[in-house]
């Protein structure tokens, strides 16, 4: 696999330093292991070699107090069983010897086996990484523009209003859409800043006590013109009996705002959301339910991981919004996840500990 953000000869010359770096790795490793069974070849010999002038010398002071041929018969008939006893065991060690041996070098064929296999996997998903950072790069950059543009275009046309008369209602309408481009702007700037603040492992979580159906009901007023105007129904659930708890309300307005704002890009027109908060067992529960598209069964896990979209090309959303989301609920100590529901649609779910200090 080629790596996109990287030319051919380059792949190819880190490639080659691998390969050359595993070829010095292996002769250096073969020398160590030549020399360390030449070492203890040589210890055996030695060894061996010992045990053989120790058992000579004595066999030579017994002849010499041996007397008589039945006696020298008998000797003969017993060394010969002792050399016979010594030779197998020494030959069974050495096969020992030479199994421990071959038994390593299978081990070290495994490990390198599977080293290659987990290097190729890292690589690849590296790879893919990579193209898919690329991709929100390529996402990220024709948004902005297309944005600037806008504002640029909405502030040439106010300069060319604001001539005419009876202008003010134009120009107020243009304001707006600029003013529309910017908020965009901001919320893309800042999701690139959060981003930036979880890999630096910065990412503020500032607890403080509030209740829970305060930061839903905002993010719901938030989108609530939005939702009208597209047609869609934008309701809330408050279940009895939810406490207030310490937890960060502008973060958990941030991650409601993204769901909702997920749920509203992907519920068509006649459609529904709706908003739930309750209290089970030790966590709140918040839930965004719609009658969207859903979400196809490989991206349930996946669509928490940064720059993942739906769809390849998709162009309501940069693949941030629930990365970011599900890095502030997990720095409160929760969890994130997302479900089909059996009638259409889907709904997002995210619950806090209120036992979290």
């Known amino acids: 696999m080629t790596n996109p953000s990287l030319p051919g000869s380059e792949r190819q010359q880190t490639d080659e330093s691998l390969r050359l770096e595993r070829d010095r790795a292996d002769r250096a490793l073969d020398d160590e292991v030549s020399e360390a069974d030449e070492t203890a070849d040589a210890v055996v010999t030695r060894a061996r070699a010992r045990a053989d002038a120790l058992l000579a010398a004595a066999r030579a002071k017994t002849d010499q107090t041996s007397t008589g041929e039945q006696a020298t018969a008998a000797l003969k008939t017993s060394r010969a069983l002792e050399d016979d006893i010594l030779h197998r065991e020494r030959v069974t060690a050495d096969h020992q010897l030479n199994r421990e041996r071959s038994r390593h070098v299978t081990l070290l064929s495994e490990e390198r086996q599977a080293t290659d296999h987990d290097l190729s996997h890292e690589r690849a998903r590296s790879d893919k990484a990579l193209a898919m950072r690329d991709d929100f790069m390529g996402i990220v950059s024709h948004d902005l523009l297309n944005l600037l543009n806008a504002m640029v275009g909405m502030s040439s046309l106010i ?189 997002f779910s995210f619950g806090l500990p209120v036992g979290t200090p």
Do not use: Y
């Open 159 to 347: 300069e060319k209003e604001v001539a005419q008369e009876n202008h003010v209602e134009r120009v107020v309408a243009h304001a707006r859409r600029v003013q529309r481009s910017g908020a965009r702007m901001r919320r893309l700037v800042g999701d690139l800043v959060d981003v930036a603040s979880i890999e630096a492992g910065m990412l503020a979580v500032t607890r403080s006590v509030g209740h829970p159906a305060d930061v839903l009901a905002e993010a719901v007023d938030t989108f609530q013109a939005q939702a009208s105007g597209s047609g869609i129904s934008l309701t809330t659930e408050i279940v009895p009996g939810v406490p207030a708890f310490p937890f960060d309300a502008a973060r958990i307005l941030q991650v409601l705002c993204n769901l909702l704002s997920n749920a509203l890009k992907f519920t068509p027109a006649q459609g529904s959301i709706v908003v739930r908060v309750e209290h089970l067992d030790d966590n709140v529960v918040w839930c965004v339910s719609d009658t969207g598209e859903g979400i196809p069964d490989d991206k349930l896990e996946a669509v928490f991981d940064r720059f993942v979209q739906l769809t390849k090309n998709d162009r309501r959303g940069v693949g941030l919004g629930l990365f970011i989301s599900k890095c502030i609920v997990q720095g409160h100590g929760g969890r994130i996840w997302v479900e089909n529901n059996t009638d259409g649609g889907s709904t």
